[in-house]
Nanobody, 121 residues
Framework: QAQLVESGGGSVQAGGSLRLSCAAP????????MGWFRQAPGKEREGVAG???????SYADSEKGRFTISRDNAKNTLYLQMNSLEPEDTAMYYCAADYNYCGLGTEYNYWGQGTQVAVSS
């Protein structure tokens, strides 16, 4: 069973930045698609960004230009750099991994426990 561990969440003011990390020890990381998702209270989990094993990436429209997904295969770690944060970005952020699926849907096979992001106005 793959283990994914998120970190880097916290509380920031609007306009601030955070960098989330997702460690994936024990996973043959470099062959997996990875994704970031978020879920706000009372809302469904939604895709934020995804990145393939070849480095190809996709973003949800609302995050384009503000968020950057990246991966370090040598460190088995996924990142999400979040800039110009808005109160609407407040949510629990999750990373996910899948051997085949690389999109922004929730079809990923493995999930972390999440890290909380709170943005105040």
């Amino acid at each position: 069973q793959a283990q994914l561990v998120e970190s880097g969440g916290g509380s920031v003011q609007a306009g601030g930045s955070l960098r989330l990390s997702c460690a994936a020890p024990g996973l043959t990381y470099k062959v997996y698609c990875m994704g970031w998702f978020r879920q706000a209270p009372g809302k469904e989990r939604e895709g934020v960004a995804g990145i393939g094993s070849d480095g190809s990436y996709s973003y949800a429209d609302s995050e384009k230009g503000r968020f950057t997904i990246s991966r370090d295969n040598a460190k088995n770690t996924l990142y999400l750099q979040m800039n110009s944060l808005e109160p609407e970005d407040t949510a629990m952020y999750y990373c996910a991994a899948d051997y085949n699926y690389c999109g922004l849907g929730t079809e990923y096979n493995y999930w972390g426990q999440g890290t909380q992001v709170a943005v105040s106005s």
